[in-house]
């Protein structure tokens, strides 16, 4: 695969994005790949060359570029109970700037990703999101519902809450297709929460499937974590291989 980092503005600043893309020279479909909460790294790259590899083009943002460049800190030991918790005080107020107002920030980040992708690719797009990742291409598909064409999230919670700006509210304004590949070990997304997103989603008529991966914890497709579960990877990307398959020309 063709990769290398490239320069999107936003209108926030600078992110730091990952592109790659098959080697053909033509110009193919493209796929938003929204990375986790832990970061920018080596295996987001690795999944976005996987996915490239099917015939896309894909571009991996920094999320987080507002806290700088990535690498913007060394991998954590999150089984360690003292560095997860300080660890995850660096991640509180850099993914509560994404979410405040609504996701405001992420909608107009998100839009700048969207506008480098349309100079790269033709037509819609489809947005895949891990961990917070998911909510982020969700919130997405809300903004352009011409734009995004498909959604695919893994592992990601905190979609149903009791605030008024609960994720799920956003389903009337989703025309993508979606696919939840829920991890039945996460705490974050119980299945009340699931049934609320689901119903919330049928009653909109957002066409959709959702799955939830038995013996799965959140996290499950990422290699360099603890909760890394290998089945349910190749089961996840089996499944976003499908969506894409359907909702987007290569």
Excluded at 151 to 161: A, D, E, Y
Excluded at 178 to 192: F, I, K, N
Excluded at 218 to 246: C, P, Q, V
């Amino acid at each position: 695969m063709n990769g290398s980092t490239i320069d999107v503005k936003t209108t926030d600043g600078t992110a730091d994005c990952y592109l790659t893309k098959p080697a053909d020279g033509e110009k193919n479909p493209g796929v938003l790949l929204i990375m986790d909460a832990i970061g920018m790294r080596a295996r987001i790259h690795e999944m976005a060359d996987r996915v490239a590899a099917q015939g896309y083009v894909v571009l991996a943002p920094n999320v987080f570029y507002r806290a700088g460049r990535a690498p913007q800190w060394d991998m954590p030991n999150l089984a360690d109970e003292n560095e997860r918790a300080e660890f995850f005080k660096k991640l509180g107020p850099l993914m509560g700037e994404l979410k405040a107002d609504g996701g405001a920030k992420a909608a107009s980040d998100g839009t700048a990703y969207l506008d480098k992708l349309a100079e790269l690719s033709p037509g819609p797009v489809a947005v895949v999101g891990y961990c917070m990742g998911g909510w982020f291409a969700w919130t997405l598909a809300a903004t352009h519902p011409d734009r995004v064409a498909a959604v695919g999230g893994f592992h990601t919670g905190h979609m149903v809450s009791e605030d008024d700006d609960s994720p799920h509210l956003l389903a009337p304004k989703v025309k993508a297709e979606v696919y939840w590949g829920h991890a039945d070990q996460d705490h974050s997304m119980t299945p009340e929460n699931i049934a609320t997103l689901d119903k919330a989603m049928d009653a909109a008529g957002v066409k959709h499937t959702t799955e939830v991966y038995t013996g799965a914890s959140h996290g499950y497709t990422m290699s360099d974590m603890g909760a890394y579960n290998e089945a349910a990877t190749e089961r996840h990307f089996k499944a976003l291989f499908a969506l894409l398959e359907r909702t987007l020309s290569v």
